[in-house]
């Protein structure tokens, strides 16, 4: 077998007519993207958008060439990692196939030398003219344009199989986390064959660093966020690739916590607030995790902005209790649950703290007493407007945050009650045959949050696992994680919702929740 020679891939004026008497009329409203936030409808529109966002032009495109043939590919610059673009597949050390698929006749097969992370295509039982090429995407297989027909080669006479050169799957230089996928032709067809995308092994050698690096494909270097989910999921997703980092070490990713703070920090009202103290919360929470693993305290000062934010939204309405979003129209358990947690994992950071604690202490008082913890110990949504539980979903989060909570409360005061009460609480969530239909954790819903739910919950579960000397929760998560791994993975280790698959689709929300639960279950 002889390899190819390569050749270097690839947009009426309208009349108003006034009211009788003058009125304020709002502009247009502009077109809804991750940056939107039309949840409350209570908010003006002012809060609904951010006048500071990340540039939309830097976001990314959702296509990509059909790889049909029909036209020349665009210039592909070379990538040089440990090696070159065009690299002779015979040097590879070893050689895994991931898939081949069938095109007429003929296979089509996806190589790697995990090694050196380079990948070729091969094209057999080939006969001239049959035609063989990889393309490389690094944005989880969105699109590919200038990774299109790499090393894109026709055989020549004489040979029963033919293969592309190597090509690097990742760009380090440039941060880019790759995939690439086979294609092939057969000579005079139209018809064309490709396999699923895939990578080598590198930063993916287990469940919980393939998990992470799927989800960083999904990264985007230009805003600092994460493609296909929105603001408040981003700041899990960075919470989940800052976890990852602490727990198996791999610290490839680490530039994404500076890159997120220093490209938003400006956005909404600054500080990572806007106008939903859950939202406020999250960053926070994150920015409290990226404290943890870097020390570097421009993190903790803005997670204790955000906390007295929010402290400026609790009030004696109910008794008591953190307003969900600056309406002030509806006080639910996750913005409640979110203001203890982060409150005592502040007093646990800063020495010689009672402020912040004594915030958790209270906020924890007031959500114990406030009803939405039902007769079930499982947390409810939120409080009607008459204070009562509105029975509305045990969502999954709403029963892992106090978990959370709970578990850094116990840390800063000692008091094993606090334990005790997330205990009872766990036991009810992991029993629940309606939270763990067949023994798998689902939130029946979807949309831009409902994805996020899980991994949230795998957390704080994972939080009150490691506080207990038994650690009672640890055959429930690896469960959880076995499931997902075997019924709800593509090859590529991307994750659908349902973790008891089977898998369909994936985007950020759902990739953050499984290197949730990976990092949860170890």
Sequence with gaps: MLNAVVLTSLVLSLVVVPPPEPAAVPPPAAACDNYCDTRDPALPRS????ATRPDATSTRSTGGPSSSGQSPPSAQAAICNKYCDARDP???PADRV???TTVGAKQVSMHFDDTDAMGWARITP???GDEVWLDRSFDAGVSWGSGSKLGDTTTPAGFGDWRTMMFNV???????VGLLRACGRPSGSTAIGCTAWYRTTWNAGN???AAATALMERYNRGNGLFDTTGWWNSANALTAIIDNARLTGMSSYRYAIAKTYDLNRTAWDGNFINAYNDDVAWWGLAWIAAYDLTGDSRYLNTARADADHMQLYWDSVCGGGVWWSSSRTYKNAITNGLYVQINAALHNRIGGDTVYLQRARTGWTWFQNSGMINGSNLVNDGLTSGCANNNQTTWSYNQGVPLAALTELNRATGDSAFLTKARTMANASTGSGSLNPGGILFDNGGGGDVPSFKGVYARGLAALNGALSDHPYTAY????ADSAYSRDRSGADSYDQPWAGPFKISDGARQHSAVDLMNAAG
């Design 47 to 50: 809060a609904q958008r951010s």
């Design 90 to 92: 015979g040097l590879a």
């Design 98 to 100: 991931t898939q081949t």
């Design 126 to 128: 080939a006969a001239q």
């Design 170 to 176: 990742d760009d380090w230089a440039n941060l880019g």
């Design 207 to 209: 469940r919980r660093t």
């Design 477 to 480: 998560l690896q469960r959880q």
